[in-house]
């Protein structure tokens, strides 16, 4: 059974910086490209970033281009999410998800969710 596990959202400040993490378990991902996405009160679930496992290759919603930053570490089957220079507009409740195959900006093209974190940027 997969499951996605994130962590590390929270309240900070305009103009700082949080890391999440999203834990992954319950099969081999190596074939799998793992995305974050976000979710405002009254919007629709928004594409932010996402990583080839396999390759390493990244992705990026241009509202977070030269922001945010994915990695993954392998040895921890963790994807991390660095956000940097946070704006208010930034907040929401941040998902981690998993799809077999190539990079998809589309929600519901990934198989698998997280519970979501919620991030708080306050002006």
């Known amino acids: 059974q997969v499951q996605l596990v994130e962590s590390g959202g929270g309240l900070v400040q305009a103009g700082g910086s949080l890391r999440l993490s999203c834990a992954a378990s319950?099969?081999?991902?190596?074939?799998?490209?793992m995305g974050w996405f976000r979710q405002a009160p009254g919007k629709e679930r928004e594409f932010v970033a996402a990583?080839?496992?396999?390759?390493?290759?990244?992705y990026y919603a241009d509202s977070v281009k030269g922001r945010f930053t994915i990695s993954r570490d392998n040895a921890k089957n963790t994807v991390y999410l660095q956000m940097n220079s946070l704006k208010p507009e930034d907040t929401a409740i941040y998902y981690c998800?998993?799809?077999?195959?190539?990079?998809?900006?589309?929600?519901?093209?990934?198989?698998?969710w997280g519970q979501g974190t919620q991030v708080t940027v306050s002006s």
């Open positions: 998800a998993a799809r077999r195959g190539g990079v998809s900006v589309t929600a519901n093209e990934y198989d698998y």
């Open positions: 990583i080839s496992w396999s390759s390493g290759r990244t």
């Open positions: 319950g099969r081999t991902f190596s074939s799998y490209v």
